[in-house]
Nanobody, 118 residues
Framework: QVQLVESGGGLVLAGGSLRLSCAASGRTFSSYAMAWFRQVPGKERELVGARDSSGIILQYAESVKGRFTISRDDAGNTVFLQMNSLKVEDTAVYYC???????????WGQGTRVTVSS
């Protein structure tokens, strides 16, 4: 497993941008699939976007397509979530996840809060 630590959350006005980072430990990071999830109180955690280790599989929630982008820096053991044109409904705690196979998430970060105000 890998250890994950998110950062970059905060308060932003609607229409603004934020970039979340997820720093991973472990020498096998480059072989892991990575994902970002988000959760608001009273709702289930939802997938925001995910990609496999090669980047061939790339998936985004319909609500964020065209606005959010996942990228990874394997040399730096970091995965990013660039969030543009933020909306109030993007407000949530965002979690980074990793797994040995796409869709099989075995490691989770502690979460970083994103608040979008109108």
């Amino acid at each position: 497993q890998v250890q994950l630590v998110e950062s970059g959350g905060g308060l932003v006005l609607a229409g603004g941008s934020l970039r979340l980072s997820c720093a991973a430990s472990g020498r096998t990071f480059s072989s892991y699939a990575m994902a970002w999830f988000r959760q608001v109180p009273g709702k289930e955690r939802e997938l925001v976007g995910a990609r496999d280790s090669s980047g061939i599989i790339l998936q985004y929630a319909e609500s964020v397509k065209g606005r959010f982008t996942i990228s990874r820096d394997d040399a730096g053991n970091t995965v990013f979530l660039q969030m543009n044109s933020l909306k109030v409904e993007d407000t949530a705690v965002y979690y980074c996840a990793a797994g040995p196979h796409y869709g099989f998430w075995t490691s989770w970060g502690q979460g970083t809060r994103v608040t979008v105000s109108s």
